[in-house]
Each structure stands twice: as C-alpha cells, then as structure tokens.
C-alpha cells in the first residue's frame, strides 16, 4: 500500500497469523472508532488538538516560529533545549532522522544539545561542559510548566545565562509553555522571556507539529514547512474510512488483531541508526497511550543490523509473543560502495565489490524478515524510498492517527497518561516537597 509520496505499508508478512476474516471485521470496528475520533465522540475528546495541526497552522505562524528559530541560531552556536518526555523527544527524534543531531550538525547551525532529559547530574555536567565559553540560548518547553526534570535544569542554565548575559540574560531564552497555568509561564511573564503557545487540546506525546517541535527545529535549520506539509498530506490519506487506503487504520488494525492473539510486544526494528530516536518517540507514542487498565502492546524498538547481534536471538527463537514492524529506507542519502580489493583478497568480499551498503542493507532486511516470519513472529514494514522533511512528517502524523484509533480499539483514553503520576508521588514525597 502506498501511503503518501515514498511511504509504502506492507503487512503480508502478518498474513498467516490472523485468522481468515479477522481484518474484515477489525475493518468495520476502526472505521467506526475512526468516525468517532473524527466527531471528539471518544474518551479523552478534550485532547484532539493534534488531528488538526498541520491543517490549521497558518503560514504566518509558521512564517513567525521560523523567524524566531532563524534569531536563536544567530545568537550562537548552541541551542539547550530543556524538556521530557512530549516536550523533547518529537524534536530531537526529528533532527536525528534528517541527520542533524549531536555532532554531525557541525557547520549547519547551533548544536542542538538537550537538558532536563533526566535527572543524572554527569548527564547535565556534559551539557554545561559542551556549552563551555560559546555563546548559547535556551528554548524551554513544557505544557504543565511544573515537571521537576527540566524545571531543575533550566534552573541551573538560567543562572548560567544571568552570569553571562546579566540584563541580556532573558533575550537568550524561549519558553514554550501554557497559554495562562504553570510556574513557567509566571516565570517567563516575570522575566520577558519569548513565548510560544503549547495549545490545551494538545497533549504532549502528540505536539511534535506544535511550537514544542516546530521553534527547536526551526532554530536547528530544519525545514519546518516541509515538515507540516509532509503531516498534513498523510492527515488527508489517514482520513479514508476504507481500510486498505488508510495506512494508520490498517497498521492499528492489524496490530490489534495481532494483540487479541496474544502477541502483546511491539518492537519497531530499523535499519538506519538516525532512526533510532524516531524509534524512542514511537515508544512513548504508543507505551504512553495505550498502556492502561492492564492492556496495551508493550512497545519496544531495534536498530539493526546491529541489534541482530544481541536480540537477534531473542526475536528469532525467543518466547512467541513478539511482532515487528520494520521501519526501512531504500536511500539513505549516502552512497558507499565496498571497492575493489587484489583478487583473491583474503576478507572473501570479492561478491560484493561495487554493491553498495544501501543495497547489501536492503538484503539485510529482506532476510532479516523472512526469518523472523519462519520464526513465528508476524511482520509489517513501513518502507520509505527516503527521509527527509515530508517524510518524517508523513509519518509522525500517522502514527499519531494510527495510535489514537488502536487505543479507541483497546477502549482506553489514548490521550491520558494517570500513570505517570505515581513515581511523581512518591518522588516528591522523599523530597520533602510541602504540598
Ligand atoms: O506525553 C506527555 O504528556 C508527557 O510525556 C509530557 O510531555 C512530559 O511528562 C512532560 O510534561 P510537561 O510538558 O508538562 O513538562
């Protein structure tokens, strides 16, 4: 099934472990979980936001966070982003899959270093070592206003920035929060700082294509109207009601079939380490949403080839609960060829002189998969020609769509998270924290 533009949906790698009818019925019930999602006739119907954002988005305010992004890389060579969980990963996912994050954006815009990821001080201490004397800003990003992880952070680098920049200070911070609630948008207000919007219906898992993702990634040079525009083509495929046409309905309904015969572990395998943080993003997607009243598919994810040579074993002959979704690019955007070596060479590549890795990767695949198939675990592939900004987009809207109708399958809330709090609770309380 071709998707959007170079995003194809393969699952007739599940077809032998679901029963015969099994997806003509699940067609009807996510058709119908569909309609409902579309009408906010659905549990969490006060967190739809996210249906529409790359619809909604006008160009000027795209025109506007592009602006801003274009004046922090001005400002210096390092951009902080401080956030968790939904306030972070979308970006940083996004910025590793168009191969600009960590060291590899070196002479293509501020390094793009993240902050209150966690609360490991060594962590932290290797962010402030790598800002070292260079000139910096700070885009703080989070919905509550009030999670400890990056509060803690931002802390300690607003301080970092008052020793540097004293008055100036503020001019080196964005703050993307609430419109109205939370202490970061009392700070902000008290302080000056530059502020997008978070909106309400949006939670955090799904903000990716809200000012969350879009004023970091700006920042970071990354196409943003390319992006959006990506997001908002899948958006018009994903609103088909007929299953074969609509790739996020199929994949929630395939998965869910698969889930009501007992395979109740996920893992995105990829072939391309820039995936790898796509593949955490996924992971919190669908762990965070679907993870409820003693249900959901725990999702785990792969980066091969790789991890065939740790998990490998597992997934091939391992207990039999696993299924896989394969997450494949044809063109990686680097063409390396094995050269030719003095016949008789004695590595024995001699086969595979001029083959490039693009190609011996995309056997790698191919019989990755057969195997795991022969093994008993139920496979489908999103397989993309190439990644770049559309792309991603693409198929971060899907998933999102493919997530929301996979929990209303499940019949729970996709859009809350209630067990999150409880580490929270019990954290705090060990803190000493007065309320
Ligand atoms: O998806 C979610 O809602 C969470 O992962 C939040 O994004 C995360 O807990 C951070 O919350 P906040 O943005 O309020 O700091």
Redesign the pocket.
Known sequence: MEAYPGIRLDITGTEDFLPPGELDELAGTAAKVAADLEQGRCAGADFLGWRDLPAVVAEDELAAMAAHGGRIADQGPVLVVV?????YLGAHAVLAALGRDGAQAAGQGPEVLFAGTGLCAATLQRVLDRIADRDFHVCV???????LE?AVAFRILWQKLQERYGTDAAAHVTAITDASRGALRKLAGQEGFATFVIPDDV???FSVLAPVGLVPLAAAGIDIAGLVAGARSMREVCLSPDLPANPAHMYAAVRHGLYRKGFTTEILSSFHGDLRLLQEWWK?LFG?SEGKQGKGIFPASAVFTTDLHSLGQYIQDGRRNLLETFLTVRHSGARIEVPAAAEGAADGLGYLEGASLDDINAKAYAGTRTAHIAGGVPCMSFELERLDAGAVGALIYLFEKAVAVSGLLLEVNPFD?PG?EMYKQEMFRLLGRPD
Not at 83 to 87: H, L, M, P, Q, R
Not at 141 to 147: L, M, N, V
């Open positions: 956030g968790i969980g939904g306030s990003i989070s919905k509550s206003g009030t999670t990056p939670g955090g898992r919190q965070e998270q999150v």
